[in-house]
């Protein structure tokens, strides 16, 4: 059973990129699904007669099929793949261009904007199909409403800022709102939902003693993925792409593109920046081109109360493109194909999933979308 989870922000909300160090501390623009998780597990620890022995507790957090709690994001944006360039000068009036196809084939740059000869360069952030005023269609960065706030000591002798006392923080606007997706299955799916009931008041991130991280947690049933919606969509990638590029008729086509940072580790246990067919449970694929790069992890172990370890992962937005010669009827790979983008996008890749690491998304939209040069 898939849930869409919504965070109602209702005080300034910091989470914090990296460890609390330092004179000037940022804070992420998405709730990670380890905070959701850690927050909700702390809420049902400090209810009267809780237990973390508890089987509704056990099924939610440590059971086989434990929740999985994905990231949360502003209007339910996705991060920009890594492979979307946008012009530098005009970057939401004229057209983003997407490298994954054009690259696989073509081995081809794109270096300047069509629209007005400008640099084009990576974008950044969060990105949305969204409808302009003239009803057209395109993509759109969303952007995430922030305040900054500073203090000071003040040098009782001098009246002025005391040297090296000036402290400054970032935090998200109350007033948004932030959407992202639960998985659950079985019983794991009923104990979760008596434990959020209609709604539960979660607080999150750093300042709670200064009246952050106040915000409301509303979950409502979806379902579960749809195997036709997955196969209409990898068919559609693939006729888009051999009507892009020719070069791509024989061939049968399947993307993945990260959506959360993903935790994947060699055969050393070092951690990963590229997926393998082998990881996605691909036959006969070869990996045709990618864009990718590094993320650190950190986090906070709220029952220890320290610090976790900081490691590296694939950071969201990483994408990758895989092939095999076609086998002349598209239809039934295409089913073949979407019996594993179901399994990918439910179950995710990787390590730490129940926390929102690995979420992925196949034969995403944007890339024949905004293929072409």
Not at 178 to 199: C, D, P, R, Y
Not at 289 to 313: C, D, I, Q, Y
Not at 331 to 355: F, H, P, S, Y
């Amino acid at each position: 059973m898939i849930f869409q989870a919504t965070i109602q922000v209702d005080s300034p909300l910091a989470l914090t990129v990296r460890r609390a160090t330092g004179n000037d501390i940022d804070t992420l623009r998405y709730i990670p699904g380890g905070t959701i998780r850690g927050a909700l597990a702390m809420s049902f620890l400090e209810g009267p007669g809780h237990k973390a022995e508890d089987p509704c507790f056990q099924a939610v957090f440590n059971g086989p099929n434990a929740v999985r709690f994905g990231d949360l994001r502003v209007s339910h944006a996705q991060p920009w793949p890594l492979s979307a360039r946008i012009c530098a000068r005009f970057p939401d009036e004229h057209r983003a261009v997407d490298r994954l196809l054009l690259l696989a084939q073509r081995g081809e740059a794109v270096r300047e904007c069509r629209a007005c000869d400008s640099k084009m360069i990576t974008a950044e952030g969060y990105v949305r199909w969204v409808r302009n005023a003239k009803g057209a269609t395109h993509y759109s960065t969303m952007p995430v409403a922030t305040r900054r706030t500073a203090h000071v000591q003040i040098d009782p002798q001098l009246l002025r800022a005391k040297h090296g006392q000036f402290f400054s923080s970032n935090a998200m606007e109350p007033g948004q709102a932030l959407k992202g997706w639960i998985s659950a299955n079985g019983e794991a799916a009923e104990h979760f939902k008596t434990l959020v009931g209609g709604e539960r008041e979660l607080y999150l991130g750093r300042g709670r003693s200064r009246g952050q991280g106040r915000t409301r947690l509303q979950v409502d049933e979806i379902g579960p993925p749809d195997m036709n919606t997955a196969q209409a969509r990898i068919e559609q990638f693939n006729r888009e792409a051999r009507r892009l590029y020719p070069e791509f008729q024989n061939q049968l086509l399947f993307s993945c593109t990260l959506r959360s940072h993903a935790i994947l580790f060699d055969e050393w246990l070092l951690s990963r920046s590229w997926l393998e067919a082998t990881d996605l449970g691909l036959k006969e694929f070869q990996l045709l081109s990618w864009f990718s790069s590094e993320a650190g992890v950190t986090g906070w172990h709220a029952a220890e109360n320290l610090p976790r370890a900081e490691m590296h992962a694939m950071a969201s937005g990483s994408c990758f493109l895989f092939g095999r010669e076609a086998t002349g009827n598209l239809e039934q790979d295409c089913r073949m194909l979407a019996k594993i983008a179901v399994e990918l996008e439910t179950n995710g890749i990787g390590e730490r999933r129940a926390e929102g690491f690995g979420e992925v998304r196949c034969c995403d939209e944007f890339h024949f979308r905004q293929g072409g040069n």
